[in-house]
């Protein structure tokens, strides 16, 4: 007779996992003890948290795992690494689901393994084991988001802002209307346009091939990336202005202290005088913000498909 499989993995199984997501080595001992020791109430937290990710594919919208399954940061061994037991968890229905969609084993384990990645982030920024971004892995684990070469993809609906300025310029799109939002992931390489031109091709294959039904008038991005301020600081031929020209901006940037310093500097919590001058963008970062300056994020789009 075969037992049912343990509903939160453990041991070896939970090691093997958190390899395959690429979770930095020195959090895995943590992890195993922690899933050993869960109380009650922590045990149904992760499978309250599974269980509503399950009930998730096929919704675009926000789902806000952090307000719906809340695990509070309050510096506990569950406060930090409590989300990372709920997406293991999670792991089998959006197997399931890529599997269902086409999406090979490679595929699956590359986009998967950006929780690793944002395990990575929190060691460096606070120089312990942790995880701090459920709200972003929700995407991952509900089938929305893939990484495609240099860039991530993300299935998403258009904002009233959106559809207007692309409908406006010849592309009826209605709010709520699918469409691709572009990431760009960290610890990827430069962003130069040769790596987003092929990136931007594998998507439109990859998106026509495993997502036949859905069609996306528009690919947006939404980043601090897009500031027309980092022309002027960079000069317009480096690749982030590079990459911002390929979008037409819609509405005002908005004031983002916030992405600048947090995407720029490993430990963007020091006081700007700490902060590392070695690039012109570490320069111009601190110069703007100790000017009175200010730093924004801004939304843009492109059409997707291209005319035959
Ligand atoms: C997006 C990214 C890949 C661009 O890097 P890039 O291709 O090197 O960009 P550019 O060529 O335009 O860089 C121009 C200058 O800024 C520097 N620079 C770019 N990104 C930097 C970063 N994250 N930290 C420090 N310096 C950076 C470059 O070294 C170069 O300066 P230099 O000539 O003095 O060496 C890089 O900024 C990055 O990895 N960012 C983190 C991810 C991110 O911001 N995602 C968006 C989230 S909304």
Redesign the pocket.
């Known amino acids: 007779m075969t037992s049912a499989p343990p509903q939160i993995p453990a041991g070896v199984d939970l090691a093997d996992e958190l390899s395959a997501l690429t979770v930095p080595y020195p959090a895995v001992p943590e992890l195993l003890q922690l899933a050993d020791r869960l109380t009650d109430e922590q045990r149904a937290t992760v499978l309250q948290g599974r269980d509503f990710l399950a009930g998730e594919f096929g919704n675009l919208g926000y789902l806000n795992l952090a307000e719906k399954v809340p695990i509070p940061a309050d510096g506990s061994v569950f406060g930090r690494l409590g989300y990372v037991l709920m997406f293991v968890s999670a792991l089998p229905a959006v197997r399931e689901f890529h599997r269902e969609r086409g999406i090979d084993d490679a595929q699956s384990r590359l986009i998967l393994s950006d929780l690793g990645r944002h395990a990575s982030v929190y060691q460096t920024r606070y120089g312990i084991n942790g995880f701090a971004e459920p709200s972003w892995m929700e995407l991952h684990f509900t089938g929305k988001i893939y990484q495609l070469g240099r860039l991530q993809y993300e299935r998403g609906l258009a904002s009233a802002e959106v559809a207007e300025a692309a409908t406006a310029a010849g592309l009826p799109l209605d709010q709520g209307q699918p469409v691709l939002s572009l990431?760009?992931?960290?610890?990827?390489?430069?962003?130069?346009a040769v790596a987003v031109d092929e990136s931007i091709d594998r998507a439109r294959e990859f998106f026509t091939e495993h997502f036949p039904e859905e069609r996306y008038p528009v690919a947006i991005c939404?980043?601090?990336?897009l500031d027309p301020q980092l022309a002027e600081h960079?000069g317009a031929q480096?690749?982030?202005?590079?990459?911002a020209s390929r979008f037409q901006l819609v509405g005002e940037p908005t004031v983002d202290r916030t992405?600048a310093l947090e995407?720029?500097?490993d430990q963007p919590d020091l006081p700007l005088e700490q902060l590392p001058q070695?690039?012109?963008?570490?320069r111009a970062v601190v110069q703007v913000l100790r000017c009175g300056g200010s730093w924004h994020?801004a939304t843009g789009w492109f059409a997707w498909y291209q005319e035959a």
């Not at 939404?222 to 990336?225: A, D, N, R, V, Y």
């Not at 480096?238 to 990459?243: D, E, M, S, T, W």
């Open positions: 990431h760009i992931p960290r610890y990827q390489g430069p962003l130069s939404t980043s601090w990336l960079l480096a690749n982030i202005p590079q990459f992405s995407f720029t500097f070695r690039s012109r963008l570490e994020s």
